[in-house]
């Protein structure tokens, strides 16, 4: 089965910067989009950005000017930059992915485990 490991979250002051990084392992034959979502709690998990497999990239209001998603397909890997990070942006962030893997027609889409991105002075 396939696997999405995320790492880079941490505990940053506002203003500061985060870049997390989310691999894809396992029998993998294809990764459509890619994607980043986050999750505060008592809230509902919200987009944050996407990209393709081609790189064409879509953002949520909140994210526009200060986010910037990225990919390596060789890597089977997603990039999230986060800059003029705010306490509002205090959530875990989950990556996404449509992936083919090896004995499938079809692609399904895949979760990261979450990790927790803290913006506090």
């Known amino acids: 089965q396939v696997q999405l490991v995320e790492s880079g979250g941490g505990l940053v002051q506002p203003g500061g910067s985060l870049r997390l990084s989310c691999a894809a392992h396992?029998?993998?034959?294809?990764?459509?989009?890619m994607g980043w979502y986050r999750q505060a709690p008592g809230n509902q998990r919200e987009l944050v950005a996407t990209?393709?497999?081609?790189?064409?990239?879509n953002y949520a209001d909140s994210a526009k000017g200060r986010f910037t998603i990225s990919r390596d397909n060789a890597k089977n890997t997603v990039y999230l930059q986060m800059n003029s990070l705010k306490p509002e942006d205090t959530a875990v962030y989950y990556c996404?992915?449509?992936?083919?893997?090896?004995?499938?027609?079809?692609?399904?889409?895949?979760w990261g485990q979450g990790t927790q991105v803290t913006v506090s002075s």
């Open positions: 990209i393709t497999s081609g790189g064409m990239t």
């Open positions: 396992g029998t993998i034959i294809s990764v459509n989009a």
């Open positions: 996404n992915a449509g992936i083919r893997r090896v004995g499938s027609l079809s692609h399904y889409e895949y």
